[in-house]
């Protein structure tokens, strides 16, 4: 019983790196309407918790996004996302720092891989929330995963960050954005968010997918989404 129990926690995908909120307890069952964003759980003050987490990620270096799991459901498509709001909700918004349109979490669909990103110029340093939302391409039905996780962004001191950055303002919690450089992340088969709808099979092409946009999959099948 204890090796089944084992291998049921494992079979759906949890982002590894950067390290999520939830801990071990982190639910890996796709989004429901009610646990939306970042599959919380409890209470937000909780679940939202720092303490032992660390992901220092400097602007313009390489980073690591991984996971554990096995169900891969052939792939699908992600985005890359970041909040200045340290406990999101469902009216937070969130920008997209990279969309990966097909091959992700798998490129070849057959299993897990692991994907390097950046933390691009535009975003101030601080502390963010950093988001990774799967919608994937062979689950039997329309699904929405999203795991998130605490992040602490550095770069050069002597840069200036002010108009066309994302970061905290004269001490809010806004973000600013110029040229729609980074655009709000796209949500979808959450029937109580909107009405957006992906097809089943497919690898969604995101109606606004932001400037760092790459393709790895090995045998993508892309189709637009429905609903606003």
């Known amino acids: 019983l204890v090796a089944v129990a084992a291998t049921l926690s494992n079979a759906h995908m949890i982002m590894q790196t950067p390290k999520p909120f939830g801990g071990p307890d982190l639910d890996n069952s796709p989004l429901t309407s009610g646990n939306f964003p970042c599959k919380l759980k409890g209470d937000p003050a909780t679940f939202y918790s720092t303490d032992g987490l660390d992901n220092p990620m400097a602007i313009g270096e390489s980073q690591t996004l991984s996971f554990k799991g096995s169900a891969v459901h052939g792939g699908g498509s992600c985005q890359l996302a970041i909040t200045s709001d340290m406990q ?38 601080g502390k963010y929330v950093f988001a990774w939302t799967w919608i994937s391409k062979l689950a039997g039905q329309p699904e929405y995963y999203m795991n998130c996780a605490p992040i602490t962004v550095s770069g050069a001191k002597s840069r200036r960050y002010s108009n066309g950055t994302i970061g905290v303002t004269n001490g809010t919690m806004g973000v600013t954005t110029r040229d729609a450089q980074f655009p709000e992340l796209f949500v979808a088969n959450l029937a109580d968010i909107n009405s957006c709808k992906t097809e089943p099979s497919t690898d969604p092409k995101y109606p606004n997918p932001g400037p760092n946009v790459v393709h790895p999959g090995t045998n993508s099948k892309f189709a637009k989404v429905q609903g606003d």
Do not use: H, L, M, R
């Open 88 to 125: 999101p909700s469902p009216s937070t918004s969130w920008q997209v720092i990279e969309s990966i349109e097909g091959g992700c979490p798998s490129k070849s669909g057959s299993g897990p891989d692991t994907y390097d990103f950046k933390i691009p110029e535009g975003v101030a340093p």
